[in-house]
């Protein structure tokens, strides 16, 4: 079975310009992560979707961050303009709905997306 | 002060040696806690998964809980060069995974 498929896995852009990232997470889980990890610094959550819906982005900068999962399955992170700040690793994970039989609490994380914003 | 720390190393220790990792954290609510680890530039993959207080052993692995005192720890035993990653500790209120908090990770390093 597939894991978690990010793309792109690299990323080099002068500030202020617009970058996307891509995810496809397994077959049938419903939930999707995205994460931002600093060097040297654990993931922290951007966003939650359950299918199609953003059930928690508390965490996600809306004056310059954006995701949508208009399926229920891919989903698109989009930076607009980007930032020197921004430069990070930008995970995306996966799991079954929570609450639900199949759920066991764990993530499956793609390889992430590297940006340097130079 | 963040809610889960630990410290980011890097540790190095010989090949066959036995590594103790740990986390502190500040929230009493966390009841599930978990090991991930992370290889250099890849994703974190789940290691151990535990609930409240106690000991679970998998292998070379045994993740411990002391929720008294706010403190888990990870002891891998005969270590190997392939054990050489990042160790981040997670925790969560509920086991549905969706609130994890992560501390920073440690970076171990086993030299041949």
């Known amino acids: 079975e597939a894991g978690v498929v990010q793309s792109p896995r690299y990323k080099i852009i002068e500030k202020k310009q617009p970058v996307a990232f891509w995810c496809n997470p397994i077959s049938g889980h419903n939930t999707l992560y995205w994460y931002l990890q600093n060097l040297g610094q654990g993931p922290e959550l951007l966003i939650r979707y359950e299918n199609e819906e953003a059930v928690d982005d508390s965490q996600l900068p809306k004056d310059r961050f954006s995701a949508e999962r208009l399926k229920g399955v891919d989903s698109t992170l989009k930076i607009q303009p980007a930032e020197l700040g921004d430069s990070a690793v930008y995970l995306c994970?996966?799991?079954?709905?929570?609450?639900?039989?199949?759920?066991?609490?764990?993530?499956?994380f793609g390889e992430g997306s590297r940006l340097t914003v130079l | 002060q963040k809610e889960v720390e630990q410290d980011p190393g890097p540790l190095s220790v010989p090949e066959g040696a036995i590594v103790s990792l740990n986390c502190t954290y500040s929230?009493?609510?966390?009841?599930?806690f978990m090991w991930y680890r992370q290889y250099s530039r890849k994703g974190p993959e789940l290691l151990m998964y535990t609930y409240s207080s106690g000991n679970k052993e998998d292998g070379r692995f045994t993740a411990q809980v002391d929720k008294s005192s706010k403190y888990i720890s990870l002891f891998i035993r005969d270590s190997q060069p392939s054990d050489s990653a990042t160790y981040l500790c997670a925790m969560s209120f509920n086991n549905a995974g969706n609130m994890l908090t992560f501390g920073g990770g440690t970076r171990l390093m086993v030299k041949p």
């Open positions: 994970a996966s799991s079954h709905t929570p609450g639900q039989g199949r759920n066991t609490g764990e993530l499956f």
């Open positions: 929230n009493s609510a966390f009841q599930y």
